[in-house]
Structures are given as C-alpha cells and as structure tokens.
C-alpha cells in the first residue's frame, strides 16, 4: 500500500503536470474574432492579419475670410487692437517695429523729444474711424494677428513705415528697407525732430489734443430678425 505522503506527492506532480499542458495549450490557441453580425446585415471581412493602427485624419486648417476689424486702437506704432464679433483682435505689423507711447527720441541738439505720444497721437488721428480690412483665420484670442491690413484701400504696413511711423526690422525684404528710406530722405516723423524750445512740445503731449478722437461707445446692434414693432400714429 501507498503511504499518505506518497499519495500526496503523486497528486501535486500530476496537477503540476497537468496545468503546465494546459498552460503551454492555451498559448497555442490562436485568437479567433467573435462575429457579432445582427441578423440582416452583411457581415464584415475575415480578419486573417494582426490589426494594425493608423494615424487620423487631420482636420482641415480653419478657412481665412477677410474680415473688417472696427474702433481701431493704437497700442505702438506698429501693432493695433480693433473689434470684430464682439471680440478685441490684436494685430502686429511684421517686419515693423513701432514706437512705444512713453517712447523719446533725440534731435540733432541731443535733447529728448516724446515722439513716441506725438506719432501714436498722429496715427490714431490719421486712422480716425475707419475700419481695418484684413485676411485671418478664426484663433484663439490670446494669440495676436501677425499680419498687415488695408486702411481705406492702402496697405497699412507699407504706409507706416513709408511715413516714417515705424522702423524696420533687420530681416525687413528689400522693398520695405525702400520705403524706409523715402522716409528718410523726405525727412518726415522719427526722421524729422523739431528744433529749438521743446516745453511747449511737451506740454501738448502731456495735456493731449483736441483733434484726437476717442473710440465711440458700444451701440446695441439692430436685431433685423426680431418682430417689427408696431407703427406709432401721431395725434
């Protein structure tokens, strides 16, 4: 007879045994789809391949409109704020580098004049009321429009620096170096200090103008869907 400690050695090594076969059977299975096909409809393809993971799609980039941006804002010489959509858009002039408005500049007596107050006061002067016509893509708002725009038919880029608001950057293409010097030449703005007594030039940057014109209020827009209202008879 067989003791009970042999009995039980027997009993683990055929366990062992077995669950090693049955181990090593179920690594050789192969994995088998399950076909979940309702009824009535074509059943796909046999997949006899691994699957295999391709990238997406990308979405299409955002469609560029020309949009008019109203209630123009200097910020410096070169870069701008204006309202579309109840939204403030920021545009910055590439290639332009504008002068700050707490910006000064030396006249040929190496004295300080403000050209920064007096050429931003000038520019927003000359920009007036009229809107900017530009070409963008709908972006979020903390990302500012590195683009140029047309003002009244002229492209604002060129005119800034061709009037000699701005300075050019050192990558600037040739044709805008061009017009920098025309500026320079003529003489006019940054290139033209004034000359002699300067105190009544600052007294007039610091109290400000009487031509420069303050951005309109927000007016309620005319709701052109709503119903119409009923006419007023007068007595």
Known sequence: MLSIAKIASLVLTVGWASSGVAQTNVKNIPRVSRDVTPKGVTPGPQITAPLKRIPGVAPPPPEV???????????????????????????????????????????????????????????????????????FAWQSQDEP??????????????????EG??????????????????????????????????????????????ADLPPPPDLPTADILGPLSEPQVLE
């Open 65 to 135: 409109k020309t949009r008019n941006l109203y209630r123009i804002r200097v910020i410096d010489t070169a870069t701008f704020e204006g309202n579309y959509l109840g939204r403030v858009w920021r545009v910055e002039l590439p290639e332009a580098i504008g002068l700050k408005r707490d910006e000064t500049c030396s006249t040929l007596d190496g004295n300080d004049w403000p050209c920064g107050q007096m050429l931003t006061r000038k520019l927003q002067r000359h920009i007036r009321l009229s809107a900017f016509k530009c070409d």
């Open 145 to 162: 429009l590195n683009i140029s725009c047309m003002l009244r038919g002229e492209d604002i880029q060129k005119t800034v620096l061709s």
């Open 165 to 210: 608001w701005a300075r050019v950057s050192k990558d600037a293409p040739d044709d805008l170096r061009r017009l920098v010097n025309k500026a320079q030449q003529k003489p006019i703005n940054i290139y033209n200090p004034p000359e002699g007594d300067l105190s009544a030039l600052k007294i007039w940057t610091r109290e400000g103008s009487a």
